[in-house]
């Protein structure tokens, strides 16, 4: 076996809604070995892995995949199953995975399996491969590019075949490090029960609840509502008990010491026993209780002291320790908390009692579990010393042996849900200390007699006020109702069911993304929303630019929808994003497919126009059940969408009226939405249809950004901006109004039709980078040119289209251009230099373009430059750039030369000193030298013609050097 590719889907996908670990993996010879022809390997993987007795696999009854390995499966199919198994053995149960052949590629599989943490995912990976290839005879063994999964080999026994609960136990503690604590992963769970979506910003517990502006964060169960201050009068105990004293709340007394002296005469002073404990301490560390003498005292203090400089010394309350959790005010749950202890059976040591004890699976390390290890360190054995007895003593049957002062859970201790007993004063007296202090989440620690007495009748009170209060103790007690105390905080968070999520509008297709984008942000912001959109020419949030990049993948999507200011999001969801780890969020209130053409095509899997499609439908897949997936009527792909596509279906079409087909005037017959241009009064408008009635939207001239209706593409567009926001729920008024001021300015849509007259010429500047959309761009062309005027265009391709692409776009500019100039993008993708110019040419000469008006020049100034020096007054010169904003800039700095060089028609890529530029003929004689940056002119004398020979036929001189 090889593993070829490994991808991790982050949001929803092709194969699934569910994100996956992908692992590419070519069977090899293993093709002709499906598991029916490997003799016992069924019986010893379930041996390994009994569980996956209960996977029911295609069956959908426990048993099914068994059955399927005895049929005979393929190992990738195997695989898959085992990585579900180790991590639902492992502590994460996930069920979910696929196996897909590669198309094309015999013995070629995508295996592909839900994670609740990418790197266990990973991991699991890697040692499903591993497992697997243990159990192959030996011929057949020998699993490749396992690093590509993971860096981490799995456990292995002597035979040298994977030990498998070793193996398990690693990914454990894996997921112990990597995973949420308890109270965080019931907050994140309770809040996906909401369908609130949940974003983790650190390593640790600081996670995002919600998007944009609607969101709130919590670390553990401090909220963004939790006041600073409260935290901090929290963490010194002093005040605390001063603040609740004052506030008539039962609270021991106490002094803040600094020396053994000073807590001598303080524990003489409120008389024995005394409770020690660091000042500014959590999780029971550095408390010690009982202290009854002196002796003890010292040794307390120097316990405490170890934790914290200045120690608290006070009254010791008798009775039995309880937390009470208060959320906004309100007691949600009591826990009576038992210190660890083990009970005595006559015959076993202490240590042996606390090894049995820890062999509960309920406890693990820290917090991973709802219980804790008890170690045995040197509080536990000073504890027994006190007692008379060491690790080694052996209590009689039924001997209950304390191991520490402290009840906490981290340490050891126990819990007892007490919920429905407390005494409502008590009650009172918890959410009144946490209204004092100012905490919204609140652990109150009380020390009472008994829970079901008021405090003040039986003695005892409040000890300790708790930021951040843990909640495994509530969720899944030792004893006693589990109690959800994560939906009390969520609810805190988000009243009246709100989900905290801000509109999301997704928008894909081949053409016209960026400027849809555009066109929906330039709706919300005309109604005052801060709007975070992403495009091809970065991140923006308001009226700021954050960041200068392409800006159309998941990546880009996520930032938006973390930014705390963003009140809607509206995303240019391109292919390649999709592809390589899904969308960048779980759902979308509106998803639009403008178009799908020819672009892409022969890349990563993409091998047609129906491949694209299926990418393309992921958006309006995942369109919400009450949103709506906005389709091009006119695209018979994106009509196909509609089968499988989320929420209510929205149309929009250039053929209203009697051109109408059948299908979308069905659509509008039976009350469904549309927008359409017609025909009314010899004007051209756009039509709202919905609930059966059409109503006039606008002109399409009305349109800045159509150029009066020329610009058949942006009236496309327009229409699906005003499809998505009338869909959620703008006022068509409203949305006429925005679109009438939306214009292809520079400012508003940069690289998209934008128009600069200078000095006699104009200039568009659009980055039309594939055929469909240079032939948009052609009809606004023919429709601008006069008879009398030329039309000189700078044209390229990205260097990873195929070359039928790249010759296709050759012959769409021989149709549309009387001066041509070819030049290549700065990244060639893997291409020559050179390569695709030669296979832009060659498409337009193949159409009949003349070789003497058809110009190679690689770089994109430098070609830029010739076209703005080839116009006369009154030509159009189009311009598709790579570097947008650098060749706006080179637009709007441009003068022509005083006294213009006739430029001869003879251009050649030189190289000189193993570099490549351009070196071009003037009709002086002297050589311009082109490079990166604007062209200078070397005046040499005149040089001859390469190889003795006339410029060659092509409209080229061969290589020329002064």
């Given at each position: ?396 049957a039924g001997e209950v042996v304390p191991l520490r002062d402290t009840a906490n859970l981290s340490t050891g201790g126990t819990a007892i849900d007490r919920t429905l007993e407390i005494h409502p004063e008590n009650a009172w007296l918890a ?532």
């Amino acid at each position: 076996m090889q593993v070829r590719a490994v991808g991790v889907y982050r949001g929803p996908h092709l194969y699934s809604a569910t994100p996956m670990v992908r692992i590419e993996l070519d069977l090899g010879a293993l093709e002709d070995w499906p598991t029916d022809r490997l003799p016992g390997f069924a019986d010893r993987l379930m041996g390994d892995l009994p569980g996956l007795h209960e996977h029911g696999c295609c069956f959908g009854e426990p048993g099914g995949f068994l059955r399927r390995l005895r049929d005979g499966t393929w190992l990738g199919h195997v695989a898959e199953h085992v990585a579900l198994e180790l991590q639902s053995r492992a502590g994460t149960p996930v069920t979910r995975g696929k196996t897909r052949s590669v198309r094309g590629q015999p013995g070629v599989y995508n295996v592909m399996f839900a994670y609740d943490h990418e790197e266990a995912g990973r991991m699991a990976g890697r040692f499903a491969l591993e497992i697997l290839d243990g159990l192959l005879p030996e011929t057949l063994r020998g699993v490749g590019g396992l690093g590509r999964v993971d860096d981490t080999p799995a456990p292995r026994r002597e035979d040298g075949t994977v030990d498998v609960p070793a193996a398990v136990a690693q990914l454990a503690r894996l997921l112990g490090r990597v995973g949420f604590g308890p109270t965080t992963r019931a907050l994140v769970e309770e809040a996906r029960r909401r369908d609130i979506p949940a974003l983790r910003l650190d390593a640790n517990s600081f996670v995002q609840l919600g998007t944009g502006a609607a969101q709130r964060r919590i670390r553990a169960s401090i909220t963004g509502e939790s006041s600073s201050l409260a935290v901090e009068v929290a963490s010194d105990k002093q005040l605390t008990k001063t603040l609740l004293d004052g506030a008539g709340v039962p609270v021991p007394q106490g002094s803040v010491v600094r020396t053994a002296a000073d807590a001598l005469a303080a524990a003489e002073d409120l008389g024995w026993p005394v409770v020690v404990k660091p000042l500014d301490g959590n999780h029971g560390r550095g408390v010690t209780l009982d202290i009854d003498s002196p002796e003890k005292l010292a040794a307390a203090f120097e316990e405490a002291r170890s934790h914290g400089r200045r120690v608290i010394v006070e009254q010791q309350f008798r009775g039995k320790d309880y937390r009470v959790l208060v959320v906004g005010g309100e007691v949600c749950a009591v826990a009576e908390r038992v210190p660890a202890h083990v009970t005595g059976d006559g015959r076993s040591r202490i240590a042996d009692l606390v090894e049995a004890e820890n062999r509960d699976p309920r406890r693990g390390e820290g917090h991973e579990k709802v219980m804790t290890r008890i170690v045995i360190d040197d509080h536990v054995r000073a504890r027994l010393e006190l007692a008379g007895m060491t690790p080694d003593s052996v209590p009689p049957a039924g001997e209950v042996v304390p191991l520490r002062d402290t009840a906490n859970l981290s340490t050891g201790g126990t819990a007892i849900d007490r919920t429905l007993e407390i005494h409502p004063e008590n009650a009172w007296l918890a959410a009144r200390a946490a209204q004092v202090v100012g905490l919204d989440v609140a652990g109150i620690d009380m020390i009472l007699p008994d829970i079901t007495l008021s405090a003040r009748q039986s003695g005892g009170g409040i000890v300790e006020v708790n930021a951040s209060p843990g909640f495994r103790m509530h969720l899944d007690p030792s004893q006693g109702q589990p109690r959800n105390v994560a939906r009390p905080v969520i609810d805190r968070l988000f009243p009246e069911g709100r989900n905290g999520r801000i509109p999301v509008f997704a928008v894909t297709g081949t053409n016209g993304k960026s400027t849809t984008v555009r066109m929906v942000a330039h709706i919300y912001r005309s109604l005052g929303k801060t709007v975070g959109f992403t495009t091809t020419t970065g991140i923006q949030i308001g009226d700021h630019l954050i960041a200068e990049v392409d800006a159309s993948g998941p990546q880009s999507a996520r930032k938006v929808l973390r930014d705390p200011t963003v009140e809607v999001a509206v995303l240019e969801t391109a292919r390649g994003g999709m592809l390589r780890e899904g969308l960048g969020f779980d759902w979308c209130d509106v998803g639009a497919v403008l178009n799908v053409a020819e672009d892409h095509i022969g890349l990563k899997g993409i091998d047609s126009l129906e491949d694209l499609a299926r990418i393309k439908s992921i958006v309006t897949e995942s369109v919400h059940r009450n949103g709506a997936s906005i389709l091009n009527a006119d695209d018979p792909l994106t009509v196909a969408m509609q089968r499988h596509a989320g929420g209510r279906i929205v149309f929009f079409s250039l053929k209203g009226g009697d051109e109408m087909p059948d299908f979308l005037r069905a659509h509008v017959a039976d009350g469904g939405m549309a927008i359409l241009r017609e025909t009314q009064g010899g004007e051209d408008i756009l039509v709202l249809h919905r609930h059966g009635e059409g109503r006039r939207l606008m002109r399409t001239a009305d349109i800045p950004a159509t150029l009066g209706g020329l610009a058949e593409f942006n009236v496309q567009n327009a229409m699906a901006a005003a499809a998505m926001a009338i869909a959620q729920g703008v006022e068509p008024e409203a949305v006429a109004r925005a679109l009438s001021g939306f214009t292809t300015s520079f400012e508003q849509c940069p690289g998209r039709l934008n128009i600069h007259d200078c000095h006699g010429i104009r200039v568009i500047l659009d980055y039309a980078h594939n055929p469909a959309g240079l032939v948009a761009l052609g009809k606004v062309v023919t429709g601008l040119k006069s008879r009398q005027s030329r039309a000189i265009g700078m044209i390229s391709i990205p260097g990873d289209r195929r070359d039928e692409d790249m010759r296709l776009m050759g012959r769409v500019a021989a149709g549309l251009f009387d001066e041509i100039v070819f030049r290549e993008d700065p990244a060639r993708r893997g291409r020559r230099p050179g390569e695709i110019v030669a296979l832009l040419a060659e498409g337009a000469q193949a159409a009949g373009f003349p070789p003497e008006r058809m110009h190679r020049i690689l770089d994109e100034y430098a070609a830029a430059d010739l076209c703005l020096r080839l116009a006369r007054p009154g030509d159009l010169v189009v311009l598709t750039p790579t570097e947008v904003e650098a060749m706006w800039r080179q637009v709007l700095a441009w003068v022509p030369e005083r006294t213009p060089r006739a430029i001869e028609p003879v251009l050649r890529v030189a190289t000189q000193g193993g570099e490549v530029e351009l070196v071009a003929a003037t009709a002086d004689r002297s050589l311009v030298r082109h490079r990166d940056g604007p062209p200078s002119a070397w005046n040499r004398p005149p040089f001859p013609e390469a190889d003795g020979g006339s410029p060659a036929g092509d409209g080229l001189l061969r290589t020329v050097r002064p």
